[in-house]
């Protein structure tokens, strides 16, 4: 597979005229790019698969700025969407060409297009992707057939630590488009989002190796539940997975002023099929642990409703004008307390957050107890207050 080199464009309120630089390519009509869809997304402006998508970037970043300069030119010039174009302009090329596909490494397991439609049930798991097998033609812009071919994939399946690391490199490890897979298999792990929870889970396992004087692959013998739990605790999702909660989470008891607090506790930080694995209430309704005996209760943690099942791109490639400007989400708790049982039986404000932006809050305590209460206060909009978990330790 090639690579790319992005343009997006911006609505403005007046008519902006678009004349091609003649050094870029020209095309006639949208039958000049057959099976391309203009204005849609522009990943299919890609160049590579056919030449050293390495050595030869500097040439492909030249071609692919000449193609993104053409396309825009039919988009605002010669194409039936040309009229709705008037008032947009190029707001943006990315001058640095997005790599799909160069080198690869190889680790303790190769992960292949059958590991990722059985689900990548491994024991290792460390990272999930979710995106089709999406194959492009390695000719990109050039080829006159579709330009790529799409294979089902399970959402989610997992990714194993052992495709992770290198096979004969002692010290080595990788994320990214450059791990331990097939052809076939890349073309799905190579998406973004996906890049970096692998991002995550090497970060982790990076960390872990350095504490204990591990190589990466000591890591996978000796150490891959702390890994796991590791990014759990940090609010990565590992499918087939669930977070260790604390025992003083689980063995006290759990009230709140309205609906069922357990998933709170269940190690499930956020909605998996049918299942919301949350807590929701009104804000100013409180979760309550009770404790058999006066607990000395370090730090807690949180994870909020971040609405993960949004439904919308968060970098388009066209801009309108009337487009609602990115903010924090609805549903996330803007402003929470947290009270604690004092001696005298009254409750007392342990801590307070205002202005949060954050999905998963840990916060010190460093206070002794017998109950302690979760207050959310505040959303960023939205009339119900979720949370997906709140563990004390």
């Not at 949208?30 to 997304?41: K, M, Q």
């Not at 069922?260 to 309550?288: A, H, M, Y």
Request: hydrophobic content about 35%; charged content about 25%.
């Amino acid at each position: 597979m090639g690579m790319s080199c992005l343009i997006q464009g911006r609505e403005m309120d007046t008519p902006q005229p678009f004349v091609r630089p003649e050094w870029a390519d020209y095309y006639a009509s949208p039958d000049d790019l057959p099976h391309r869809s203009l204005g849609h997304n522009f990943w299919w402006i890609e160049l590579g698969g056919e030449y050293d998508s390495i050595h030869d970037t500097e040439m492909l970043r030249d071609m692919l700025l000449k193609v993104s300069y053409g396309v825009w030119d039919l988009l605002k010039n010669r194409s039936d969407k040309s009229e709705a174009m008037t008032n947009y302009a190029l707001d943006w090329v990315g001058h640095l060409p997005g790599k799909r596909e160069s080198r690869r490494c190889v680790g303790d397991h190769i992960i292949t297009q059958n590991d990722v439609r059985a689900e990548g049930r491994f024991d290792d798991i460390v990272a999930y992707g979710g995106w089709s097998m999406d194959d492009h033609h390695p000719a990109g812009i050039a080829a006159t057939e579709k330009p790529t071919v799409f294979h089902p994939a399970p959402s989610p399946y997992g990714i194993p630590y052992r495709a992770l690391y290198s096979k004969n490199i002692s010290n080595l490890f990788f994320a990214g488009r450059n791990i331990s897979a097939t052809h076939a298999a890349m073309s799905s792990t190579r998406v973004m989002a996906t890049c970096a929870v692998m991002g995550q889970a090497v970060g982790t396992a990076a960390s872990i190796a350095a504490a204990k004087s591990f190589a990466p692959r000591d890591v996978c013998n000796e150490s891959i539940s702390e890994l796991q739990q590791a990014l759990m605790d940090d609010d990565c999702y590992l499918p087939w997975h669930t977070r260790e909660v604390s025992q003083l989470s689980h063995f006290a008891a759990l009230t709140a002023k309205a609906g069922n607090p357990e998933p709170i506790r269940n190690g499930i930080d956020r909605p998996v099929g049918d299942s919301s694995n949350s807590w929701t209430g009104k804000p100013g309704d409180w979760l309550e642990y009770h404790f058999k005996r006066p607990a000395q209760l370090a730090a807690t943690r949180l994870v909020f409703d971040s609405d993960l099942n949004r439904r919308i791109k968060n970098m388009p490639c066209i801009y309108k004008l009337s487009q609602e400007q990115r903010r924090v989400p609805e549903t996330l708790i803007r402003a929470f307390r947290i009270d604690a049982l004092s001696d005298d039986g009254t409750w007392k404000t342990a801590a307070e957050v205002k202005n949060n932006h954050q999905r998963l809050v840990k916060l010190d305590l460093n206070i002794a107890t017998t109950a302690i209460r979760l207050i959310p206060e505040e959303t960023w909009g939205a009339d119900n207050a979720t949370v997906f978990a709140w563990d004390v330790r």
